[in-house]
């Protein structure tokens, strides 16, 4: 028969207990350029949908001017 003998002086491989200064450094600056990375992306959202707006407003006037000019041209031939 073995005995089984488990040391417990030494923590398991790729398992720390302590959680070093220079780690949470790195935790922290992810998260800091993860959040600026949002941050960025929802900026370019709104310039994105401001130039949308924008465009589709100056279509729309387009259309409202050729429709003018279509009611126009259709008052005047009808009399």
């Known amino acids: 028969m073995t ?5 417990t002086d030494r923590p398991a491989h790729g398992v720390r207990h302590r959680v070093d200064a220079q780690g ?3 935790l922290v600056m992810n998260e ?3 959040r600026s990375r949002q941050q960025e992306a929802e900026e370019a959202a ?3 949908r401001l130039a ?6 100056r279509r729309w006037d387009r259309l409202a ?3 003018a000019r279509r009611a126009a041209r ?3 031939a009808s009399g």
């Open 3 to 7: 005995d089984l003998v488990i040391r």
């Open 24 to 26: 949470t450094a790195m």
């Open 32 to 34: 800091a350029l993860a």
């Open 46 to 48: 709104r310039d994105h």
């Open 52 to 57: 949308r707006r924008l465009s589709a407003g």
């Open 65 to 67: 001017a050729y429709a």
């Open 74 to 76: 259709a008052r005047a």
